[in-house]
């Protein structure tokens, strides 16, 4: 089984603090994904990522940056935590297509919530 | 740009019954994925099924099945008998069968809460 785990469930961070969200996937995945995910708004793409070192923007970047120096590893970062950052992070790992017969699916982490105050 | 719509932002069904999520989706594209994702309370998203854009029979899971209408731009999930293991919140979601770049990502729906009595 694909397995994706996340650093911390939960994280309460002070309005300017820098944070780290860390994401691991065992499973060799070439593709990792930063969500945020808001009641009433589903999942926005924040950062994606389809190779060591190589990041793109999603739909809703600012404030945020992204570092994926090994495969298995993908961090998001908030540089300076603002309250309106305050929402449940989910990353998400996917092999490249035509590796498997799925690839296309994206397997899910359990989350961090996080609390800026 | 593809959009996807969930336009029930709650649901509600008596164990052992059937209900239908429903889900549409805007695209100019031929070729693509639908997915129906399960998010339950303790928040891991699990991928519940996936239809093929390119095959015409719906796809099915034991309880869970599909009714894709390509024409229509519609993709409902249908759970049969619902246990109480069901109740969650549901996403649909969209993907391009292009490979390149951000056209390979993930578009969701809004989501539906779905309740489940006993």
């Known amino acids: 089984d694909v397995k994706v785990t996340q650093s911390s469930r939960y994280l309460v961070k002070r309005t300017g603090e820098k944070v780290f969200l860390e994401c691991v996937q065992d499973?060799?995945?070439?593709?990792m994904f930063w969500y945020r995910q808001d009641p009433g708004l589903g999942l926005r793409l924040i950062y994606f990522s389809y190779d060591v070192k190589m990041k793109e923007k999603g739909d809703i970047p600012e404030g945020y940056s992204v570092s994926r120096e090994k495969k298995e590893r993908f961090s998001l970062i908030l540089e300076s935590a603002s309250t309106n950052q305050t929402s449940m992070y989910l990353c998400a790992s996917s092999p490249t297509i035509g590796r498997e017969p799925s690839a296309e699916t994206q397997y899910f982490g359990p989350g961090t919530r996080l609390l800026v105050l | 740009a593809q959009t996807v719509t969930q336009s029930q932002p709650e649901m509600s069904v008596q164990e052992a019954e059937t209900v239908t999520l429903s889900c549409t989706y805007d695209?100019?594209?031929?070729?693509?994925?639908l997915f129906w994702y399960k998010q339950p309370p303790s928040r891991q998203m699990i991928l519940v099924i996936r239809?093929?854009?390119?095959?015409?029979q719906n796809a099915t899971e034991n309880r869970f099945s599909v009714n894709f209408q390509k024409a229509a731009k519609s993709f409902s999930l249908k759970i049969s008998d619902s246990q109480l293991g069901d109740a969650a919140m549901y996403f649909c979601a969209y993907r391009s069968a292009n490979y390149g770049g951000s056209q390979g990502n993930l578009i969701f729906g809004k989501g539906t809460k779905l309740s489940v009595k006993p």
């Open positions: 239809q093929e854009a390119y095959k015409q």
């Open positions: 499973m060799d995945h070439e593709n």
């Open positions: 695209t100019s594209e031929s070729d693509y994925y």
